[in-house]
């Protein structure tokens, strides 16, 4: 479950982590007074918003007027703007990455910190691994302000930036443990003027614990394909590639994702059918996918235990999808179900490796 930026600068107000004054509107008449130069930041779940026209800065109240209408007509990946968080700008100084983040390895958090802020912490961990200094907290002990101190040291703050560096990760690290966050980040955290200040922020709680936070909505940004998969009862994540992917079982559907990243493919989702699934629920998810605009082709990787073949066939078939597949079928009633696919045409593999292989040239368009 994402929060929004101005939710989690909530959450950072009432931690004492500091943060310039800010406000949300919900039209462009809220805009107030403007004595110095703002910023104006579309409210939406996903990253890119800067690119996509969503982040605009204007100087007096007219121009912040007519830029916050700008930004409630874009639509930013398919998702409309009903938010706009306004601030100040900032005269920043150098600007940091301060994030936690579960590391499923070590059965943990870990504290991320980097000199390099204000991009993508990917970019920084892909071109300059170097520039990423990483702390395992101690899941009894919690994190000590000397810990945050060394980590402030390794990217070079000294003084009384590093001890408010300390503060700040401390502060951080109780948001995270009180709100069962997978994912919290700063980026970036700024020095200014005035000092050390959160200038952005991301925050990912545990859906597991969602009952636990209830003054959050679960489902406040769902894009139009995301909604449909919520109602026919279908775990779907959206992702950038342009191979759809449907599997029987969240570890199938996670191995689907590797094999194609593996070979060079790129996913355009995760979309789980889940045990059991049916021929109704094969249609459902083929649906689903198929919403996705610029799929290319689609990796259906099924293992039947409880799930039966042949009734993943037929939802594939009754469907009939217009995008080409690259099936993968072994399990339960495997035979009956590889008999209905061939009868209609499709080819279906035993190996994972050579159907995402497949899904992958009919993406590019390598004929067989």
Wanted: hydrophobic share 40%.
């Amino acid at each position: 479950m994402k929060l929004h930026e101005y939710q989690t600068m909530e959450l950072f107000e009432r931690y004492g982590i500091p943060v310039l004054p800010f406000y949300v509107i919900r039209e462009p008449g809220e805009v107030r007074e403007v004595k110095k130069p703002v910023v104006l930041k579309s409210q939406v779940l996903v990253g890119g918003r800067g690119k996509a026209g969503g982040i605009k800065f204007a100087k007096n109240r007219e121009s912040t007027i007519r830029k916050a209408r700008e930004i409630f007509d874009l639509r930013i990946k398919d998702l409309e703007t009903k938010e706009i968080l306004i601030r100040e700008e900032a005269d920043i100084l150098k600007e940091y990455y301060l994030g936690f983040t579960v590391d499923r390895e070590n059965k943990g958090l870990t504290m991320i910190a980097s000199a390099e802020g204000g991009v993508e912490i990917e970019d920084v961990a892909e071109k300059n691994p170097e520039k990423i200094y990483k702390l395992e907290v101690d899941p009894f002990l919690g994190l000590q302000l000397y810990q945050g101190r060394e980590l402030a040291k390794s990217i070079g703050l000294k003084g009384k930036d590093m001890i408010t560096f300390a503060s700040i990760a401390h502060k951080l690290y109780r948001i995270v443990k009180d709100v069962d966050a997978e994912l919290c980040e700063i980026n970036p955290l700024a020095i200014t003027p005035n000092g050390l200040l959160a200038l952005d922020a991301k925050l990912n709680i545990d859906d597991n614990s969602a009952f636990r936070h209830k003054e959050y909505r679960a489902d406040v940004e769902l894009n139009p394909i995301e909604r449909k998969a919520r109602d026919y009862g279908l775990a779907y994540v959206d992702l950038e590639g342009d191979i759809g992917v449907i599997g029987c079982g969240a570890g199938l559907v996670m191995a689907s994702l590797d094999t194609l990243k593996l070979f060079g493919g790129k996913a355009a989702n995760f979309l789980d059918v889940g045990g059991g699934a049916n021929e109704e629920n094969t249609k459902q998810a083929l649906e689903v996918v198929s919403l996705r605009k610029g799929i290319k082709s689609v990796f259906i990787n099924i293992f039947g235990g409880i799930t039966r073949c042949d009734e993943i066939a037929k939802g594939i078939v009754e469907f009939g999808p217009k995008v080409p597949l690259s099936i993968r079928m072994m399990g339960t009633n495997e035979q009956d179900g590889k008999r209905i696919l061939e009868e209609r045409g499709y080819h279906v593999f035993d190996s994972m490796e050579e159907a995402a292989r497949k899904s992958i040239e009919l993406a590019r368009g390598v004929k067989e």
